[in-house]
């Protein structure tokens, strides 16, 4: 019986709410927000997103990640798309396969490591030093999750 009670107040409520809408200023109105969104503004101007010079990159690949893979040409498949990606960029690319031509590299050039899966502490190493000297390293999936003898 309460429940009957409270169901007639919802439905008088009801009622009288459709009773005092005008349908048609609230159909203006919402008409006219979606009709005009806000207008985008530039606060100021960010800054510059060209670069000072050529993006030199080291794609770094060692022998350890490659024989982990069962497909043998599954890294140079990897390699391939990435130098395609960044060539067309306009950068320029060198592939690199060890610690010490980690080390030999300019401050200022992008390694970038795809799949690095297997790597020894001399390479991460060399990786961070090269971080230290300014460089920058861009990696993907597992890096270094294993030691170089995977």
């Given at each position: 019986m309460v429940l009957g009670i409270l169901g007639g107040l919802l439905v008088a409520a009801?009622?009288?709410?459709?009773?005092?809408?005008?349908i048609n200023s609230l159909a203006r109105r919402v008409a006219a927000v979606v009709d005009a969104p806000p207008a985008l503004t530039v606060e100021r101007?960010?800054?510059?997103?060209?670069?000072?010079g050529p993006v030199q990159v080291a794609l770094y690949a060692n022998s350890a990640t490659a024989g982990f893979f069962p497909d043998s040409t599954h890294m140079d498949g990897v390699?391939?798309?990435?130098?395609?990606?960044?060539?067309?960029?306009?950068?320029?690319v060198e592939r690199i396969s060890t610690r010490s031509e980690i080390e030999a590299l300019p401050p200022a050039t992008l390694v970038v490591a795809p799949e690095a899966l297997c790597?020894?502490?001399?390479?991460?190493?060399?990786?961070?030093?090269?971080?230290?000297r300014g460089g920058g390293v861009v990696a993907?999936?597992?890096?270094?999750a294993r030691d170089a003898n995977c």
């Open positions: 009801a009622a009288a709410l459709w009773q005092n809408v005008d101007a960010g800054p510059s997103a060209s670069l000072p390699l391939a798309d990435w130098r395609r990606t960044l060539s067309a960029a306009g950068w320029s790597l020894s502490g001399s390479e991460i190493e060399a990786l961070f030093r090269h971080l230290r993907n999936w597992a890096f270094g």
